[in-house]
């Protein structure tokens, strides 16, 4: 049964679509007309990491980093629904972008060359606090809906003083190589790792790089959005 929070907020702010901002029925956030065109038209952005040319970050990422794959954009809609499942865990939400991120998969034929899936892992304090860790749940429903394999990424994260989002690009990179840790697990195969918005790719580029030393032959990041400006040094 969804709470009475979430009720209270489709009365006050009712549902939009996450592409185009007009309305959309329960459960759904996106409309009937997007539903044929979504995830991003990948044609018209960067086919590294999924951002306008303009914007592209290629350049920082990691030779570790394949490929990024974005549902959609950070921006109106889609940020209130990505905050509202990273604070309350909401079911219908979690099986909304799970399904989102599946049908970005599935627009790839390299899709079948991915058998296992992993996630950003969050540090336990964040997790007490909110109640899950939104990449590793994202994860767990898109490894259910596909067949894949979940499995535990050879991360760790710690606690830092510094948080990615109040850091400059530069800063971020530097960031992340201090606050994920590498717990030296080998394992082998192409990977999917499922976080829930890439901004610079600092964190996906230290996790795959993570991932690559310990056996990953091919690093594919999926998230459910992905910022449209290039973020300033």
Do not use: W
Not at 15 to 42: G, N, R, V, W
């Amino acid at each position: 049964m969804r709470n009475i929070k979430s009720i209270a907020a489709d009365l006050i702010f009712p549902k939009k679509c996450i592409f185009c901002h007009d309305l959309a029925q329960y459960p759904d956030f996106i409309c009937k007309d997007c539903t044929e065109d979504y995830p991003l038209k990948f044609k018209e952005l960067c086919p590294r990491c999924s951002k306008p040319f303009e914007s592209c970050i290629c350049q920082d990422l990691s030779p570790s980093v394949y490929k990024i794959l974005s549902a959609c954009f950070y921006e109106g809609a889609a940020i209130t629904y990505i905050k509202r499942f990273k604070s309350d865990n909401d079911e219908i939400l979690g099986d909304n972008f799970a399904s989102l991120l599946k049908s970005v998969l599935d627009s790839f034929p390299i899709d079948d060359c991915f058998p296992f899936i992993t996630y950003i892992p969050m540090e336990s304090e964040k997790i007490q606090k909110r109640g899950h860790n939104m990449a590793y749940t994202l994860a767990l429903r898109l490894a259910q809906k596909t067949g894949k394999r979940l499995i535990d990424p050879p991360i760790e994260k710690i606690y830092t003083e510094k948080f990615q989002h109040d850091l400059k690009r530069k800063e971020r990179f530097q960031n992340a190589a201090l606050s994920f840790i590498d717990k030296n697990e080998q394992l082998g195969g192409n990977i999917i790792i499922v976080d829930d918005v890439i901004t610079t790719g600092a964190t996906i580029t230290r996790a795959a790089d993570i991932l690559t030393k310990n056996g990953a032959d091919k690093v594919l990041a999926l998230s459910i959005a992905s910022t449209k400006r290039r973020e300033e040094h």
